[in-house]
């Protein structure tokens, strides 16, 4: 029987109720820490050289690409309960507003979103 769901960026063990993060915030880390999950855009200039999601990209064209256009890396930033963070990239590589590999990204990152809203909801209850 398995118990890991797998996707690029994440591992997340049922049976020992843990979430391995790949591409960001490396380690293990229980559900039970975990307090809250937002899907957030970072500026592509600043992955890897300074504490992930600390300069979040909001803005952005719908369509096409203008000159100038802000690449940016599609992750989820989670809160634990000691108020710490963890990131996990969902991208690979910068993308940009609007296109094929964002649109991509994002649909991922609400998939595992809806994983991690769920395991907060099951083993961490949120308090209004």
Not at 13 to 25: F, Q, S
Not at 45 to 50: I, R, V, W
Not at 100 to 128: G, M
């Amino acid at each position: 029987m398995n118990h890991v769901i797998q996707y690029d960026s994440v591992l997340f063990d049922t049976e020992n109720k843990t979430m391995e993060i790949l591409d960001g915030t490396k380690g293990i880390y229980p559900y039970t820490e975990i307090v809250e999950c937002k899907r957030v855009n970072e500026l592509a200039k600043y992955k890897g050289k300074e504490e992930p999601f600390t300069h979040i990209y909001y803005g952005g064209r719908v369509q096409g690409r203008c000159f100038g256009e802000k690449g940016f890396y599609v992750g989820l930033k989670i809160t634990l309960k000691d108020g710490s963070f963890l990131a996990i990239y969902i991208s690979k590589n910068k993308v940009y507003a609007g296109n094929d590999f964002q649109k991509r990204d994002y649909k991922e990152a609400e998939q595992i979103k809806n994983l991690i809203d769920r395991i907060i909801d099951k083993y961490n209850k949120r308090e209004s």
